[in-house]
């Protein structure tokens, strides 16, 4: 008798920088998500469809959950609370030393959708560190189906965990066609990468004041054009961004260039442009320019 197919969706959420696109990028086996150490590198809510045989599972990676403080906040929790009202499980991600916070938890003690609680980072764990840990969270958040200790970062217990969420997918037809991975352009990822790299070169509040739109992809026989556009929110910072004689932005673009050729897996031209956009982080009507909004 054949198995019946499975699908359903899985939203991932938890506090900034825990390690939920780490995580979903393990269970998926790809680089869909980008990490940096970074706390809310995350702006949107980015898909990853994992196919199988027998199965089909929708993730969603989401920004971390954190109080609005501009208007791009405000954009950032919509995605998460669309993305918990859409799931048919959500992965709570905690890393080790994080303690329970009544503020940010209290909502998942009322939620009916099956949480899966999963502490990660447990390759930093001492002594009885993971026990106690999971005796803290199984004391203030009893609600839960099941808690899981990986480490998302080396793959220990991430198989078990994908198990377990297959175990809980509801039987279902495919929602998206079997060789479709994310819900994401090309050029969104050709963004994010960009965006990665301006988090990873650039110090304080540069990367947080920075968007990338990317205004021309072309993709020929052998190579993909690519015209990136970087805002930032004032003069001084479009310096920062090219640096020294142009120095700052040609080491940017030459590591988003190696990355987008590993990712696309074809030659890429970059062409990177820095323009300032005066507080777009404050601005609506600047954020539905970006996509943001919809
Ligand atoms: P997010 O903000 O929750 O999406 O977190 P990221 O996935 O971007 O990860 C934040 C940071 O935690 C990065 O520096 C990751 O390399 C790191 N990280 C993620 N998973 C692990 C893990 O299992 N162990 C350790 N030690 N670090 C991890
Ligand atoms: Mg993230």
Redesign the pocket.
């Given at each position: 008798m054949p198995v019946p197919f499975k699908s359903g969706f899985v939203s991932i959420v938890?506090k900034?920088?825990?390690?939920?696109?780490?995580?979903m990028n393990r269970l998926m086996g790809e680089q869909l998500?980008i990490?940096?150490?970074k706390?809310q590198?995350?702006r949107h809510r980015i898909m990853g469809i994992l196919n199988s045989e027998d199965y089909q599972i929708v993730y969603s990676?989401t920004p971390?959950i954190l109080e609005p403080q501009y208007a791009l906040h405000s954009a950032m929790m919509t995605y998460v609370k669309v993305s918990l009202e859409d799931a048919d499980v959500i992965l709570l991600?905690v890393e080790l030393g994080e303690k329970y916070d009544a503020l940010l938890f209290e909502r998942f003690t009322r939620i009916q959708t099956p949480i899966l609680l999963v502490i990660?980072?447990i390759?930093?764990a001492k002594g009885s560190q993971v026990h106690d840990k999971i005796e803290h969270w199984k004391e203030h958040l009893p609600n839960v189906t099941q808690i899981i200790t990986?480490?998302?970062?080396?793959g220990v217990n991430t198989k078990e965990l994908l198990d377990t969420v297959v175990g809980m997918m509801p039987e279902h037809p495919a929602y998206f066609p079997k060789d479709e991975f994310t819900d994401r352009t090309e050029r969104f990822f050709a963004s994010e990468i960009v965006r990665e790299k301006i988090f990873l070169n650039y110090e304080q509040e540069v990367p947080y004041s920075t968007e990338v739109s990317i205004t021309s992809f072309k993709e020929e026989e052998k190579i993909i054009r690519i015209r990136a556009e970087i805002y930032v929110e004032r003069d001084s910072q479009k310096g920062i961004i090219i640096g020294k004689a142009g120095s700052a932005l040609k080491k940017l673009g030459m590591d988003a260039r190696a990355d987008m050729e590993n990712f696309f897996q074809k030659k890429i031209f970059l062409e990177t442009h820095v323009k300032v956009a005066d507080d777009w982080r404050k601005h609506q009507n600047k954020l539905k320019h970006f996509g943001y909004l919809e």
């Amino acid at each position: 008798m054949p198995v019946p197919f499975k699908s359903g969706f899985v939203s991932i959420v938890g506090k900034p920088n825990v390690g939920k696109s780490t995580l979903m990028n393990r269970l998926m086996g790809e680089q869909l998500s980008i990490i940096t150490p970074k706390a809310q590198t995350t702006r949107h809510r980015i898909m990853g469809i994992l196919n199988s045989e027998d199965y089909q599972i929708v993730y969603s990676d989401t920004p971390g959950i954190l109080e609005p403080q501009y208007a791009l906040h405000s954009a950032m929790m919509t995605y998460v609370k669309v993305s918990l009202e859409d799931a048919d499980v959500i992965l709570l991600v905690v890393e080790l030393g994080e303690k329970y916070d009544a503020l940010l938890f209290e909502r998942f003690t009322r939620i009916q959708t099956p949480i899966l609680l999963v502490i990660n980072k447990i390759d930093q764990a001492k002594g009885s560190q993971v026990h106690d840990k999971i005796e803290h969270w199984k004391e203030h958040l009893p609600n839960v189906t099941q808690i899981i200790t990986v480490s998302a970062r080396d793959g220990v217990n991430t198989k078990e965990l994908l198990d377990t969420v297959v175990g809980m997918m509801p039987e279902h037809p495919a929602y998206f066609p079997k060789d479709e991975f994310t819900d994401r352009t090309e050029r969104f990822f050709a963004s994010e990468i960009v965006r990665e790299k301006i988090f990873l070169n650039y110090e304080q509040e540069v990367p947080y004041s920075t968007e990338v739109s990317i205004t021309s992809f072309k993709e020929e026989e052998k190579i993909i054009r690519i015209r990136a556009e970087i805002y930032v929110e004032r003069d001084s910072q479009k310096g920062i961004i090219i640096g020294k004689a142009g120095s700052a932005l040609k080491k940017l673009g030459m590591d988003a260039r190696a990355d987008m050729e590993n990712f696309f897996q074809k030659k890429i031209f970059l062409e990177t442009h820095v323009k300032v956009a005066d507080d777009w982080r404050k601005h609506q009507n600047k954020l539905k320019h970006f996509g943001y909004l919809e």
